[in-house]
């Protein structure tokens, strides 16, 4: 067989199935921060099926070479056009300007099409055309190949890499010395929750009662000014105090940033957070979360956790999974291809139904969990996509922001009842917040918005959090209106904390005199 057979068969298939795995060899890594390790049988899967591609690739070659001429050129010409399709859409994927992808996301079928019937035409009828920029694109097909030098032995290391954290549990830390419960504070987190949109200007005919009812026993913080705008960003700067705009990990998992000050890249170190300050002083945590890992990177401090990851790959939107074989992933893999776009947008509305019920019954043990005083709850909604309808009141893939924020104020109900039911309510400091608001510049031009969000919206990006803090036997409200920036919210846990904030007038003493 011809070297050239050999190596266009191994560039088509790198450049067919890279993209239902590129996110493991971003050199940020972030793919495997948000990812559960290891991830052997998802990349032996895609291995197995870069082999298997391959070689089917070269059999078409070499039996294309055998056909009449017009039938190998018009061949030629529809896989040509296929790997130039599954290029631009990995690059609208990868694309920063919003706008294209939305037009990319909307017509990718369309496209797709078109691109065929293009290359099909020109190939019958303009074949002076059609024959030099085939054998051009035959030329970087074949060049491709040699990405694998470098790509399988990055593969193949990824895949060696495990949960580097998983066995660590620190012991339950003894109550105090008299044995009287002591307080607790529940940190209920909504991901892209818009103070705007649930207190300043809701939208005709969203009722959020639970949220209306909790700022009038809380106090309420209207302005606050964000520490970022991405998740896997601002949550690491809340916990540790530290404004964190550039993030990376490493193959097994750990987060490091960019230390502004220093100017360099430090690891980020989970003793100096929120949660290590709690074990300092004699508070048992626990977590329960979703996207960022924190089961990993706060393994040694917390006393009890659950994490459920995003899963955005491609391959796992169609049942690839680590749980499963190589072989079984392997299959999974060209469904993934082939699946249509409408079916992507519903898997993803699916999964994050699935990952928000997992969340909610471990939320609901780490209140019930009499041993576990810090607790923080970190929960996939509102963020979009929509899963909710909000006149029945049930989960469903479908919905909008404005579904998703009254799933949101449902959820908080449930919470807070299940808060009530516990015998230390009384000594329970909840705290209700978002890492960012509704983010509409983002949501705008993906195939989730709806004419429903843009009115809601007004295409406007109110961009300030949420953030109530509800003390024991508190009754009314206290609201706070002057600007004050968002990792505030740090240095009022810590507080807590350290037993120096523990009451509304405690908080009032701590802030800034501007704001009391």
Partial sequence: MKMRIVLEGVGAAFLLLLPLVFGFIDPSHLELYHEPLPVTNLIGGFLLDVVCFSILAMAFLVAVEHLPKILQRTLF????????????????????????????????????????????????????????????????VASFAFSALWIVPQLVLIAMAGEPHAAAKPSLQSPDADNTPRRRIIWILFDELSYDQTFDHPAPGIKLPNFDRLRTESVSFSNLTPVGYDTDRIIPSLLLGRRINDIRSTIAGDLWFRDENQGRWVVYNPNETLFGVARQNGWNSGVDGWYNPYCRTFAALLNACSWEPTRTLPVELYGASEERSVLANA?????????????????????????????????????????????????PVPHPPGIYDRNTHTLRPAGTYLDNLVLSDDTLGQLLQDIA????????????????????????????????????????????????????????????????????????????????????????????????
């Fill in 421 to 516: 039911a516990t015998p230390s309510s009384r000594k329970t400091t909840v705290i209700v917040s978002s890492d960012h608001s509704w983010r509409v510049p983002k949501w705008r031009y993906s195939e989730f918005w709806s004419d429903e969000d843009e009115a809601a919206s007004g295409g406007r990006f109110d961009q300030r959090p949420f953030l109530l803090i509800h003390f024991p036997g508190q009754t009314s409200v206290n609201q706070v209106n002057v600007v004050l920036p968002e990792l505030i919210e740090h240095d009022m846990i810590a507080g807590m904390l350290l037993g120096k904030i523990n009451d509304p007038q405690d908080l009032t003493a701590f802030l800034p005199p501007s704001a009391r």
């Fill in 77 to 140: 010409a529809l896989v040509a056009s296929v790997i130039l399709w599954r290029v631009l859409d990995q690059a609208s994927r990868m694309q920063k300007n919003l706008r294209v992808s939305l037009y990319w996301n909307h017509a990718r079928s369309e496209i797709c099409i078109a691109m065929l019937l293009l290359s099909g035409l020109l190939a019958c009828f303009r074949p002076r055309i059609t024959e030099p920029l085939v054998r051009i694109i035959r030329v970087v």
């Fill in 331 to 379: 299959v999974a893999l060209p469904y993934a291809f082939v699946a249509a776009k409408v079916n992507e947008t519903t898997a993803k509305r699916t999964a994050n139904i699935q990952q928000y019920r997992q969340i909610m019954v471990h939320a609901q043990a780490l209140i019930d969990d009499p041993q576990i005083q810090f607790a923080f709850i970190h929960l």
